[in-house]
């Protein structure tokens, strides 16, 4: 049973434009949610995380929206590059350290 | 700092064996977690060890285990290996207390024939 609802599951962006992807939980005892980037051959590297007493973090061009009322969250990476190339994934975890992951969602972004 | 290692970082066993993983968590980290990542399940939680004690578990059978070290290095163990083992098995790392910030290895992809 997938905790973690993702999508989409692959996205084409142009240079420069906003990448946007979505996630969705059910348990309401989530109460830290991550976002990690993932390159082929690669472990998944912490992008930017947030809890829920909070509604916006932004570290640079990632921001995560978060949505408590209606338990979703989302990645926003703005002015996106082609580095930024790669698989995303959301996760949610109940104040420990058992993730629960999102399929993931492959970016490419186009020159 | 350094980050987390794991070994070896490819491995090809027989259906029937077993194998044992090895992950360094990042130097004065008490936590490890274990994620097994296939392209059909995606990233699924085994286990986490804090202070050599399991604190959580995932939903895997018993041939499944893992154990954890005073120096907070940890091995993970597979039994019995049947082919839909086959995987990234990551290793995570992260204080333990606190902050639940987790910090990924670069994995040991394992392949069952």
């Known amino acids: 049973q997938q905790q973690v609802k993702q999508s989409p599951q692959s996205l084409i962006v142009q240079k420069g434009g906003i990448s946007i992807i979505n996630c969705a939980y059910e348990n309401t005892a989530f109460d830290y949610f991550p976002w990690y980037q993932q390159f082929p051959g690669k472990g998944p590297a912490l992008l930017i995380a947030i809890r829920p007493d909070v509604s916006e973090k932004k570290e640079g061009r990632f921001t995560i929206s978060f949505n408590k009322s209606a338990k979703q969250f989302s990645l926003h990476i703005m002015d996106s590059q082609p580095g930024d190339s790669a698989t995303y994934f959301c996760?949610?975890?109940?104040?420990?350290?058992?993730?629960?992951f999102g399929k993931g969602t492959s970016l490419l972004v186009t020159p | 700092k350094a980050g987390v290692t794991q070994t070896p970082r490819y491995l090809i066993k027989t259906r029937g064996q077993q194998v044992t993983l090895s992950c360094s968590p990042i130097?004065?980290?008490?936590?490890v977690s274990w994620y097994q990542q296939t392209p059909g399940q995606g990233l699924q939680f085994l286990f986490e060890y804090f202070s050599e004690t399991q604190r959580n578990k995932g939903n895997f059978p018993g041939r499944f285990s893992g154990r954890q070290f005073s120096n907070s290095r940890s091995e993970m163990n597979v039994s019995t290996l049947e082919l839909g083992d086959s995987a990234l098995y990551l290793c995570?790392?992260?204080?333990?207390?606190?902050?639940?910030?987790?910090?990924f290895g670069p994995g040991t992809r394992l392949t069952v024939t």
């Open positions: 995570a790392s992260s204080p333990g207390t606190g902050d639940h910030e987790q910090y």
């Open positions: 130097s004065g980290h008490r936590s």
């Open positions: 996760a949610a975890s109940n104040s420990g350290y058992a993730l629960n």
